[in-house]
């Protein structure tokens, strides 16, 4: 699943002519990166889980693409911390019911202390996501 939204040679989105038009329609400036999959499936539900990394927004016509076509439920969280930004977008049946886009809270740090890494604190959906 992963190799078929991967930009310019992407199974779900064919013929980029250019550099706008790989923007506009993958909504990133990049083809994806880092990525991850995991496929369960079960007597009952098949579920999978994938991840990948992107330049500077969200792949948002990448997720409404996966849903729309294969008519799922379930939902995709996007977040980039360097903006402190974070998006979920739930689905049914392919279709896009609810949107959040938040900032991203951290807990406060030692400024003093140049090794001291932030953990997010919210919003709730990211922070089950990373530590849950």
């Keep these: 699943l992963t ?8 199974s779900i989105f064919k013929g980029f002519q250019s550099y706008n038009d790989h923007v506009e329609r993958f909504g990133t400036k990049w083809n994806s990166f880092a990525k991850w999959e ?8 098949t579920s999978v889980g994938f991840s990948f990394e992107t330049a500077w927004s969200p792949a948002t016509p990448v997720f409404h693409a996966i849903f729309e076509k ?4 379930g ?7 360097g903006c402190a930004f974070a998006v979920k977008e739930d689905f049914e049946e ?10 991203i809270g951290y807990e406060d740090v030692d400024e003093d202390d140049e090794d001291a890494e932030a953990t997010i604190i919210s919003p709730d959906y990211l922070v089950e996501h990373l530590y849950g």
């Design 38 to 45: 995991e496929i369960v499936h079960d007597e009952t539900d």
């Design 94 to 103: 392919g279709e896009c019911y609810a949107t959040s886009q938040d900032d």
């Design 75 to 81: 939902c995709y969280i996007s977040y980039e911390e």
């Design 3 to 10: 190799d078929s939204v991967s930009g310019f040679n992407s």
């Design 70 to 73: 294969y008519k799922a439920d």
